[in-house]
């Protein structure tokens, strides 16, 4: 009789998002065993228990904050098994206006979306260096890095440098078994955009923002985006800077 074959663990940093939570629903159904992190991992209990129950999976929980960054690489040094596939998806978006006024929060929004994620991610590739097999690291970034905006441009510089670090990452580890993948989703409908008048045409929702990405480990795509804001951002970057800032979207 053949033994089953036993999928790669899986690790979701910030799994406790609205985009996560679906992503960890695609992986567990392919039948992979599951590392999710939250701030607190109460608020994953459901999802674990829905999900080991549904698709009989392995899932741990596991608590990290990238903010505390000596911590959070600690935590992930010592993960068993170490994962071989890992997907950040922490992000705070926060008050624009609010950052203007106060450098604290200014801050908070970069260490949340760039600093404290690229310092996770390096925890990551030190932990994949140590596995004699094909192992991928995914980032979620945002189109909102490719230009800033007035709208949300410590939100958008924060993502500007994830982004330009996951394409350092990825030329660092070209010559490994490890493939770096940066995904620049558009508007997507979940917790972080709730009340707000997104165009429907092109905000997309959890659950196709989790394929994407999904599809993307599976092609071994490198720079991901929904197909439609990958032709508006190809125009949006090309304006020139005197037509750029005159424009309110
Ligand atoms: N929604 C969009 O339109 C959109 C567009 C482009 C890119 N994105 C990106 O997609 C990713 C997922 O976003 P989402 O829309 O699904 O947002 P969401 O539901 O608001 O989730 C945000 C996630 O970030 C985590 N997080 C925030 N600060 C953290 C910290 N200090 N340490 C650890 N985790 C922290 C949250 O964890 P807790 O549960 O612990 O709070 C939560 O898991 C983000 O990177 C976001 O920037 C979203």
Not at 7 to 21: C, Q, R
Not at 60 to 79: G, K, S
Request: hydrophobic content about 45%; overall charge positive; some cysteine.
């Amino acid at each position: 009789m053949t033994e089953p074959k036993v999928l790669p663990p899986v690790l979701l940093i910030g799994a406790s998002s609205d985009i996560g939570m679906q992503l960890a629903r695609e992986f567990a159904r392919a039948g992979h065993p599951l590392i999710l992190t939250a701030r607190e991992t109460e608020v994953l209990e459901p999802l674990a228990s829905d999900l080991s129950i549904r698709h009989s999976v392995a899932v741990q929980l596991v608590a990290i904050d990238v903010l505390h960054v000596p911590e959070a690489r600690r935590t992930i040094a010592a993960l068993t098994p170490p994962p071989h596939i890992a997907v950040c998806l922490v992000g705070l978006l926060g008050d624009q206006q609010q950052q203007q006024r106060d450098p604290d929060q200014a801050r908070i929004v970069i260490e949340s979306n760039f600093t404290g994620p690229a310092a996770i991610l390096e925890a990551v590739a030190d932990v994949m260096a140590g596995i004699d097999a094909p192992t991928t690291i995914v980032g979620v970034s945002s189109v909102a890095g490719d230009r800033g905006r007035a709208r949300n441009y410590y939100y958008g510089a924060a993502k500007a440098g994830f982004s330009a670090f996951l394409s350092g990452l990825r030329q660092r580890l070209t010559r490994s078994q490890t493939t770096v993948i940066t995904v620049k989703p558009g508007f997507v409908n979940t917790r972080m955009t709730a009340g707000m008048d997104l165009p429907p045409a092109l905000t997309a929702s959890d659950i196709a923002c989790a394929r994407l990405i999904k599809r993307a480990i599976d092609r071994r795509q490198l720079v991901v985006y929904p197909w439609q804001w990958r032709v508006i951002m190809t125009v949006v970057k090309l304006l020139p800077e005197e037509i750029f800032k005159r424009l309110q979207f």
